[in-house]
């Protein structure tokens, strides 16, 4: 959601990521998302202040807290519609723990500068027990 307060516009992280993933115990993979606005060099949150043309980067976490490793994880999120993607993203960025890999999906095979919609991060192999994986991406306001 986004509101706007004087010149400013707050962003509220309200709609957290889906995933996807398969695991015996569920409710023991805990999913975070915290947005940082990049150009004014501000902390990780889940609410930011921000105007237009400021780029602003989403991390999206997700902890293995079962007891056994778990495969097979997709991360849903999507471009807001007062966004668009700032870089295309690469998710093989050294960001993932080296037992996973990762594609990027997009309802029409986008991925690239100026983008808008959803994105899928498809994490092949396995996160183990007590680790996390970290995905991220980077939108422009208009």
Not at 9 to 19: A, E
Not at 68 to 89: K, M, Q
């Amino acid at each position: 959601m986004l509101k706007y307060l004087r010149d400013f516009s707050v962003f509220f992280i309200l709609n957290i990521t889906s995933y996807t993933v398969l695991a015996s115990t569920y409710h023991d993979v805990v999913l975070t998302k915290t947005v940082t606005n990049i150009t004014q060099q501000s902390e990780a949150s889940t609410l930011i202040d921000a105007k237009p043309g400021d780029v602003i980067e989403y991390n999206i976490y997700v902890a293995n807290s079962t007891y056994s490793a778990i495969s097979n994880i997709n991360i849903s999120a999507s471009v807001p519609h007062f966004t668009t993607l700032a870089t295309a993203i690469d998710c093989n960025d050294g960001n993932l723990p080296s037992a996973l890999s990762c594609q990027i999906s997009t309802p029409d095979g986008v991925n690239d500068y100026g983008y808008q919609g959803g994105i899928i991060w498809q994490l092949s192999g396995k996160l183990e027990a007590g680790v996390t994986a970290h995905v991220s991406y980077q939108v422009t306001i208009k």
